[in-house]
C-alpha cells in the first residue's frame, strides 16, 4: 500500500478533484486485473484504489494532508511509549523500576474478560501471545480484536447501476467474489462486504470490505437525481406528421408517440421509468427528441423542399419556438 496517495494516482497535492478522478480511471482502464494479468499492474492498480478513496472525500484528503490519518485513512497514533505511560503521574500501575509483568496494564486497557458489573474487566485467555505470554512474561492475557476494514473502488457501467445486477471483482488477495449491485446506485455510494476485510486477532471477526462505486459514464442515458434522459433520432417525416416509435427504457423497449410537428430538443417524458429512489418510488425518463436528416438528400424531396418553401417559408431564429419576435 503505498505511503503517498497523490504519488500513487501521479498527481500533485494541488490537484482537483476533477483531476484526481480522471488520473484514477486513467490507471483503471490499464492496470484493472480484468484487463492486465501483470502482477505490477495489479499492486498499481491496488494502490491508486485505495488512493481514489482517500482522496475523493474531502474531508478525509484534508485529514491526511494535516496529518491525523495515514494513507489507509486510519487515525496517526501519538508516538508514545510504554515506558511513558508506566511511570506517568497518576498511573495506580506504576513502578519504579520494574516492568516484568504488564498483565494488568493490558487487562485495564483491553478487558481481562470476566464480567465485573456494567463496565467492569472481562477475564481473557492466558497467554494470548503465544507461549509464555507477552515479551515471556507468565500472566499476560491475550485480547479479541476486530478485523480493519478494506476500502476499494468499484467501477461499474451506467445500466448495471441503474438496473441493478452481479459484477464480479478481484481481491487483492486474488479471490474472485460476486458483488450484488443494487438498483440506483449512485455515484459515490457505498457497497459493504461484511466479513470481507482483514482477519481478526483472537477471538475477534474479520472485519468489511467497502466499495466505493463509480458510475461510469454512457453516451445514451445521463442521470439527474433519480430522473435519467436519452436522446432519441426521429426522421423529418415522423417529426413533421407524428409517430408512434420505439424507445428503449431501463425495464426494455417501450412505444413512445412523436406529437406532429416536433422539433429537435422537445422533451417527452415517460412517469416511472427512472431510477429507484430511496422511499422506493421511482424518477421518470425524459426523452430529448432529435431529427436526422436522411444520408442522401434525392432530388425529389429536394424539389418537394422548394416548391414548399415559395409558399411556406419561415425564420426560426427571428422567432424562437414557442416565444415572440
Same mark, same amino acid.
Given at each position: 500500500?503505498?505511503?503517498?496517495?497523490?504519488?500513487?494516482?501521479?498527481?500533485?497535492?494541488?490537484?482537483?478533484?476533477?483531476?484526481?478522478?480522471?488520473?484514477?480511471?486513467?490507471?483503471?482502464?490499464?492496470?484493472?486485473?480484468?484487463?492486465?494479468?501483470?502482477?505490477?499492474?495489479?499492486?498499481?492498480?491496488?494502490?491508486?484504489?485505495?488512493?481514489?478513496?482517500?482522496?475523493?472525500?474531502?474531508?478525509?484528503?484534508?485529514?491526511?494532508?494535516?496529518?491525523?490519518?495515514?494513507?489507509?485513512?486510519?487515525?496517526?497514533?501519538?508516538?508514545?511509549?510504554?515506558?511513558?505511560?508506566?511511570?506517568?503521574?497518576?498511573?495506580?500501575?506504576?513502578?519504579?523500576?520494574?516492568?516484568?509483568?504488564?498483565?494488568?496494564?493490558?487487562?485495564?486497557?483491553?478487558?481481562?474478560?470476566?464480567? %465485573?458489573?456494567?463496565?467492569?474487566? *472481562?477475564?481473557?485467555?492466558?497467554? #494470548?501471545? /503465544? @507461549? !509464555? =505470554?507477552? +515479551?515471556? $512474561?507468565?500472566?499476560?492475557?491475550?485480547?479479541?480484536?476486530?478485523?480493519?476494514?478494506?476500502?476499494?473502488?468499484?467501477?461499474?457501467?451506467?445500466?448495471?447501476?441503474?438496473?441493478?445486477?452481479?459484477?464480479?471483482?478481484?481481491?487483492?488477495?486474488?479471490?474472485?467474489?460476486?458483488?450484488?449491485?443494487?438498483?440506483?446506485?449512485?455515484? %459515490?455510494?457505498?457497497?459493504?462486504? *461484511?466479513?470481507?476485510?482483514?482477519? #481478526?486477532? /483472537? @477471538? !475477534? =471477526?474479520? +472485519?468489511? $470490505?467497502?466499495?466505493?462505486?463509480?458510475?461510469?459514464?454512457?453516451?445514451?442515458?445521463?442521470?439527474?437525481?433519480?430522473?435519467?434522459?436519452?436522446?432519441?433520432?426521429?426522421?423529418?417525416?415522423?417529426?413533421?406528421?407524428?409517430?408512434?416509435?420505439?424507445?428503449?427504457?431501463?425495464?426494455?423497449?417501450?412505444?413512445?408517440?412523436?406529437?406532429?410537428?416536433?422539433?429537435?430538443?422537445?422533451?417527452?417524458?415517460?412517469? #416511472?421509468? /427512472?431510477?429507484? =429512489?430511496? +422511499?422506493?418510488?421511482?424518477?421518470?425518463?425524459?426523452?430529448?427528441?432529435?431529427?436526422?436528416?436522411?444520408?442522401?438528400?434525392?432530388?425529389?424531396?429536394?424539389?418537394?423542399?422548394?416548391?414548399?418553401?415559395?409558399?411556406?417559408?419561415?425564420?426560426?431564429?427571428?422567432?424562437?419556438?414557442?416565444?415572440?419576435?
Amino acid at each position: 500500500m503505498a505511503d503517498d496517495p497523490y504519488a500513487a494516482l501521479g498527481v500533485a497535492k494541488t490537484a482537483s478533484e476533477a483531476e484526481i478522478k480522471k488520473a484514477y480511471r486513467r490507471i483503471a482502464k490499464t492496470d484493472h486485473p480484468d484487463l492486465n494479468d501483470d502482477p505490477a499492474a495489479h499492486d498499481r492498480f491496488k494502490a491508486a484504489s485505495a488512493a481514489y478513496d482517500l482522496l475523493k472525500d474531502a474531508d478525509q484528503r484534508a485529514r491526511f494532508d494535516r496529518g491525523e490519518i495515514d494513507a489507509q485513512g486510519q487515525e496517526r497514533p501519538q508516538r508514545r511509549y510504554y515506558r511513558d505511560f508506566s511511570e506517568g503521574a497518576g498511573n495506580p500501575y506504576r513502578t519504579e523500576a520494574n516492568y516484568g509483568d504488564f498483565s494488568d496494564v493490558f487487562a485495564d486497557l483491553f478487558g481481562d474478560g470476566q464480567g %465485573g458489573g456494567q463496565g467492569g474487566p *472481562r477475564r481473557g485467555r492466558a497467554g #494470548g501471545f /503465544g @507461549g !509464555g =505470554g507477552f +515479551g515471556g $512474561a507468565q500472566g499476560a492475557r491475550s485480547f479479541d480484536m476486530r478485523g480493519q476494514d478494506h476500502r476499494y473502488t468499484l467501477e461499474v457501467d451506467f445500466l448495471t447501476a441503474a438496473r441493478g445486477g452481479t459484477t464480479r471483482i478481484t481481491l487483492p488477495d486474488g479471490h474472485s467474489l460476486d458483488v450484488q449491485i443494487p438498483a440506483g446506485t449512485r455515484d %459515490g455510494q457505498t457497497i459493504r462486504l *461484511r466479513g470481507k476485510g482483514g482477519p #481478526g486477532m /483472537g @477471538g !475477534g =471477526g474479520p +472485519g468489511d $470490505a467497502l466499495l466505493a462505486v463509480t458510475v461510469a459514464d454512457d453516451p445514451d442515458w445521463r442521470r439527474e437525481g433519480d430522473d435519467i434522459l436519452t436522446t432519441l433520432p426521429i426522421t423529418i417525416d415522423e417529426a413533421v406528421l407524428g409517430a408512434k416509435v420505439e424507445a428503449q427504457t431501463l425495464d426494455g423497449p417501450v412505444k413512445l408517440t412523436v406529437p406532429r410537428g416536433a422539433s429537435s430538443g422537445q422533451k417527452l417524458r415517460l412517469r #416511472g421509468r /427512472g431510477l429507484a =429512489g430511496s +422511499g422506493g418510488t421511482r424518477g421518470d425518463q425524459h426523452v430529448e427528441l432529435r431529427i436526422v436528416m436522411p444520408a442522401r438528400v434525392d432530388d425529389e424531396l429536394a424539389s418537394f423542399m422548394e416548391r414548399w418553401r415559395e409558399g411556406h417559408a419561415y425564420d426560426p431564429r427571428a422567432t424562437p419556438r414557442g416565444g415572440r419576435p
